[in-house]
């Protein structure tokens, strides 16, 4: 198991840690800021650094090979690390707040348009979710007024925690078909918008709307008869 820090504070950008295990899978570690590539969000690159100055540059994060390990994919050519190595694990924090920025701006996306979601990617720059409009339509322009003017709210983005139980109980929770929300252990992880979205998600968010700052709709795809994919940016990367 690996401890997940970023799933209680996503803006912890650094930790010590002690390596676990070193292979073809990755290494792994007691603990963690590295977000694993899941539900659409990638994973986190950043650096491992040895009390001796040896710095192992990781290129990717994944779940790991044990359940509930994240492995991190060193870059080609990097120094080894052993078990039992103490390091400091420090996250590519530039391309990792664009993803929360994101990531945010998506559940804010899922409010204004009032259809199922399908399908989902989170980049640094543009993110895009997939929508089953049935016999609907949609309108670029009036989605992105209302995605910038609730974004302007600045309303708190907030993490809690339910019971396996309560989310079965309220099913219409779950508002992205394609993405299983992360349980376990009884509990079940939900983002909260005040208001304006609450949905299951594992993911990391900014605290705030306002952090995400303005986007643009670049496009609106055509995904066959039934399927619109709506493509989000930040405007100030
Ligand atoms: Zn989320």
Same mark, same amino acid.
């Given at each position: =198991?690996?401890? $997940?820090? @970023?799933? &209680?504070? +996503?803006?912890?950008?650094? *930790?010590?840690?002690?390596?676990?295990?070193?292979? +073809?899978?990755?290494?792994?570690?007691?603990?963690?800021? @590295?977000?694993?590539?899941?539900?659409?969000?990638?994973?986190?690159?950043?650096?491992?650094?040895?009390?001796?100055?040896?710095?192992?540059?990781?290129?990717?994060?994944?779940?790991?090979?044990? /359940?509930?390990?994240?492995?991190? !994919?060193? +870059?080609?050519?990097?120094?080894?690390?052993?078990?039992?190595?103490? #390091? $400091?694990?420090?996250?590519?924090?530039?391309?990792?707040?664009?993803? =929360?920025? =994101?990531?945010?701006?998506?559940? !804010?996306?899922?409010?204004? !348009?009032?259809?199922?979601?399908?399908?989902?990617?989170?980049?640094?720059?543009?993110?895009?979710?997939? @929508?089953?409009?049935?016999?609907?339509?949609?309108?670029?322009?009036?989605?992105?007024?209302?995605?910038? $003017?609730?974004?302007?709210?600045?309303? /708190?983005?907030?993490?809690?925690?339910?019971?396996?139980?309560?989310?079965?109980?309220? /099913?219409?929770?779950?508002?992205?078909?394609?993405?299983?929300?992360?349980?376990?252990?009884?509990? #079940?992880?939900?983002?909260?918008?005040?208001?304006?979205?609450?949905?299951? *998600?594992?993911?990391? &968010?900014?605290?705030?709307?306002?952090?995400?700052?303005?986007?643009? #709709?670049?496009?609106?795809?055509?995904?066959?008869?039934?399927?619109?994919?709506?493509?989000? +940016?930040?405007?100030?990367?």
């Amino acid at each position: =198991m690996t401890e $997940e820090l @970023f799933r &209680h504070d +996503a803006y912890l950008k650094s *930790c010590t840690a002690r390596v676990t295990a070193v292979d +073809a899978g990755g290494i792994r570690l007691d603990r963690t800021v @590295f977000y694993p590539t899941g539900g659409g969000q990638p994973g986190d690159a950043g650096v491992l650094l040895r009390g001796d100055g040896t710095q192992v540059v990781i290129a990717d994060a994944r779940k790991g090979p044990e /359940p509930g390990s994240i492995a991190h !994919v060193p +870059a080609a050519d990097q120094p080894m690390l052993a078990v039992g190595d103490e #390091v $400091e694990a420090v996250i590519d924090w530039t391309r990792r707040h664009r993803h =929360m920025r =994101m990531h945010t701006s998506l559940h !804010v996306l899922c409010a204004v !348009v009032p259809y199922g979601v399908t399908g989902g990617q989170i980049g640094d720059l543009r993110s895009r979710l997939d @929508f089953d409009i049935g016999d609907g339509s949609l309108d670029k322009d009036h989605i992105a007024a209302r995605l910038n $003017e609730l974004i302007a709210t600045d309303k /708190p983005a907030v993490p809690r925690w339910i019971s396996d139980a309560e989310l079965a109980s309220q /099913p219409e929770l779950v508002r992205t078909m394609s993405v299983k929300p992360p349980s376990g252990a009884g509990q #079940v992880r939900l983002l909260e918008i005040e208001g304006i979205d609450l949905q299951p *998600c594992g993911g990391t &968010h900014v605290a705030r709307l306002g952090e995400i700052g303005p986007v643009v #709709v670049e496009k609106i795809e055509n995904k066959g008869k039934r399927n619109r994919r709506v493509v989000v +940016a930040l405007r100030d990367p």
